[in-house]
């Protein structure tokens, strides 16, 4: 691999900006970051007479994103998705992307599947959450942790078969407190979804009938996030372990975090770029069933009141919970009960959050490099060789062109093969994206071949 040095940087991490800056890459490694006075011509520095050179003509340069929430092989085969969807992921910039693991039977005799298949099919480097819904699961909690997993996954929805189809079995609070024990007990982290089942099935019930946006989202209201967070938190905090609410988008959740963190309690909020820009109406966009998920989206009210959270850094992360599926299938029988939840976002989540988020002035360039690279990165353990751009860390980095704007035209590479933002006027788009110090996507090519892609942090 060819030593490369990057000029002409605008380079933005977590700790904040260096307006002109040469990044030196030896071996996949940053080697060093020095701040020049004024742009360097493109020949002459004597310390990097070896190095291949790429002109970033002053363009932002931020880490890799490190998208910690997202499935593969939920509506279409594994392997598929991790050619298609870390394609997709390398196109948005996104250099390290989680699967949740999702096993009916033990984890532990399918590890060596899922590493081989990394080093097989993905462009992109992988690590893993793991989902707890068995007896055996918990148990396995401490071997998987010892294996380098520092994330286990509980659902307090989707119980009896709503998401069966998936392989998705939600718990109940008896469950849920020995497996906070479980994780407490070998520094783990419980990433719970937090959604009232009961309370669903009553909303749920008051929307029969009905067949159009607004109603699916009632179905699902803030109420049911509010009354799991609060029952989550305060069992985390009798088990003392540390627990990460995955996309929160009920601003209130945020409020009651707050109470816990007064109490010493360790609790990550991530969200995610949809939960800031969607609201119930889904009015910015033009066909909004396109963008239905569950937990679904919240009165614009909480979109605010997340936004002035996000800009407090009371957040830790976004993550896209990216999970690729067709339009076909997504659209269901055509009744807004059978869409299917999500979509493939990680091609537009870099942009939106520029556009949305930092050119509107509501976060800036350091914070989103820490909610989007580093603090997953941090949370899950794969610092300080992931989320950061400093000397020693994984050459793993994003040039993001500022300057163009265009319209979302659909979703590359991935196999999902529509996306809700179709047509939207966006800016900041990932123009070249390195992992381990070689160039993966340029100007939207892939050109990585599937397998580059690791495992990270798991063996
Ligand atoms: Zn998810």
């Not at 099935?201 to 799991?228: M, T, V, W, Y």
Request: net charge negative; aromatic share 8%; with cysteine.
């Amino acid at each position: 691999m060819p030593n490369t040095l990057i000029r002409n940087a605008r380079v933005v991490t977590a700790e904040g900006e260096v307006s002109n800056a040469n990044i030196g890459i030896r071996d996949g490694i940053i080697a060093f970051i020095e701040s020049v006075a004024k742009p360097t011509p493109t020949a002459g520095v004597d310390r990097t007479q070896n190095f291949h050179t790429i002109d970033a003509a002053g363009k932002w340069v931020i880490p890799g994103l490190v998208d910690c929430h997202t499935h593969f092989g939920a509506f279409l085969p594994f392997e598929d998705d991790l050619i298609t969807e870390t394609k997709a992921a390398a196109a948005g910039g996104v250099t390290t992307v989680f699967h949740v693991i999702l096993e009916p039977g033990p984890i532990l005799p399918r590890l060596p599947y899922y590493l081989d298949a990394v080093s097989r099919y993905a462009t992109v480097d992988i690590h893993f959450w793991a989902a707890c819904m068995t007896e055996e699961h918990l148990h396995e909690i401490p071997t998987l942790r010892s294996r380098g997993i520092r994330g286990f996954k509980f659902f307090l929805s989707y119980k009896g078969d709503e998401m069966e189809s998936v392989g998705i079995y939600g718990i109940d609070y008896a469950y849920l407190q020995r497996g906070l024990e479980q994780v407490a007990s070998c520094d783990g982290v419980a990433v719970v979804h937090v959604e009232n089942y009961e309370l669903l099935q009553l909303h749920k019930q008051r929307q029969a009938g009905k067949n159009d946006f607004l109603s699916f989202c009632r179905s699902r209201p803030p109420l049911c996030e509010e009354i799991d967070a609060y029952a989550t938190c305060r069992m985390a905090q009798e088990a003392g372990a540390e627990l990460y609410l995955v996309h929160t988008g009920t601003a209130d959740v945020i409020d009651i975090v707050g109470l816990f963190r007064d109490r010493g309690v360790k609790v990550y909020i991530e969200t995610g770029p949809r939960y800031l820009l969607i609201d119930e109406t889904g009015h910015r966009l033009a066909q909004p069933e396109l963008a239905l998920t569950t937990p679904s989206y919240k009165p614009a009210t909480h979109l605010d009141r997340l936004w002035t959270a996000v800009a407090a850094g009371a957040v830790d992360t976004m993550a896209t919970d990216s999970a690729a599926n067709t339009l076909k299938s997504k659209l269901g029988d055509g009744t807004i009960w059978s869409i299917q939840p999500s979509w493939q976002e990680m091609p537009t989540s870099l942009a939106t959050m520029i556009t949305h988020g930092v050119a509107e002035g509501r976060i800036s360039m350091p914070q989103l490099a820490a909610l989007m690279s580093t603090n997953p990165a941090r949370i899950f353990g794969l610092d300080p060789h992931k989320g950061a751009l400093a000397p020693g860390a994984d050459a793993d980095l994003v040039i993001v062109d500022t300057e163009t704007t265009h319209a979302v035209e659909r979703c590359p590479h991935s196999a999902c093969d529509y996306t809700p933002y179709a047509g939207h006027e966006l800016t900041g788009w990932p123009v070249l994206t390195m992992l381990r110090g070689k160039v993966v996507m340029e100007a939207g090519e892939i050109v990585a071949a599937p397998g580059y892609g690791r495992v990270v942090g798991v063996t």
